[in-house]
């Protein structure tokens, strides 16, 4: 049995495992608002179900190795929604602090390969988990590897890669926040949860490093009145389909490398100096 979950196992039975062939999968991700015809928590639902299908397509393949699946950790930076009722942010240090003491404690008991998988793309965010896997792995030579830069901010990936073809119609850059990706995946996944008004939503187009520049930080300040960027109305749960079984791929060759000890590249230069470049 390569898929393992930890909240459903006794402590003889973890200790059981073999470090080496190891790899322990974190969803994480904070309640947040996505609109007004997502849930709360669509980014740790999809982070879930990301991680769910790459360890099925995994256990496929190689039902040597063991995927330990954590379970999904609601935590989160999202300051930019916090205008939205139901969003619970906490402070960056905060969540660095709570991934890096979760990673050595990990490592006590001899896991030394971690994915963080987040669904999440705020920026302030991403870097606290890549600080917090920096710090743990400069420390304890351990492989902490968080997800959704080493998948979309290395530089090399395409938007053909990553994205079901012609999907997005040319609106990549304004797909942002419970858009038509993610009411997608929901469609897709957990239909009763999206909200029959998605249909009716009108395209919200924004574009979010200029919106920073000007020193907008809220989404309401931004121009989502309601809570969502991009175009909703145009979901279907064939296109979350895709966006799943793309994510849980990408998610897969990354388990896959850290079990095989391969190189992964976490970031990119140019990403690696926009999050230098972030305040605070
Ligand atoms: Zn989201």
New binding site residues.
């Given amino acids: 049995m390569a898929i393992r979950k930890a909240e459903e196992m006794t402590w003889t039975e973890m200790d059981g495992l073999d470090r080496e062939e190891t790899v322990c999968l974190l969803p994480l991700g904070p309640l947040?608002e996505?609109g007004p015809h997502l849930p709360l928590g669509?980014?740790l639902l999809?982070a879930e179900g990301m991680v769910e299908m790459a360890a099925e397509l995994l256990e496929k393949e190689d039902p040597a190795s063991i995927y330990l699946l954590l379970p999904r950790l609601w935590v989160g930076h999202s300051e930019g929604a916090m205008h939205f009722c139901g969003t619970l942010s906490v402070g960056t240090a905060t969540l660095k602090a709570l991934v890096t003491d979760l990673c050595i404690a990990l490592t006590r008991h001899g896991f030394r390969k971690v994915l963080l998988v987040n669904?999440?793309m705020d920026l302030f965010h991403i870097r606290a988990l890549l600080q917090a896997a920096e710090e743990v792995n400069r420390s304890y030579a351990t492989r902490v590897v968080e997800a959704s830069s080493a998948i979309f901010f290395t530089g090399k990936e395409t938007a053909g890669e990553r994205e079901p073809q012609g999907s997005l119609h040319g609106h990549e850059e304004t797909e942002i926040?419970?858009d038509v990706r993610?009411t997608s995946f929901m469609l897709h996944r957990h239909p009763q949860l999206v909200h029959p008004c998605y249909r009716e939503l009108p395209p919200v187009r924004i574009r979010i490093a200029e919106e920073l520049q000007q020193g907008h930080i809220y989404f309401d300040e931004m121009g989502a009145a309601e809570g969502y960027m991009g175009s909703p109305a145009q979901a279907t749960a064939a296109l979350g389909a895709a966006h799943l079984e793309a994510g849980a791929r990408a998610i897969a060759d990354l388990a896959r490398r850290l079990v095989r000890n391969e190189d992964i590249v976490q970031i990119g230069p140019h990403m690696e100096r926009v999050l230098r470049h972030l305040p605070g």
Avoid: C, R
């Fill in positions: 947040e996505h669509t980014d999809t669904h999440h926040h419970a993610e």
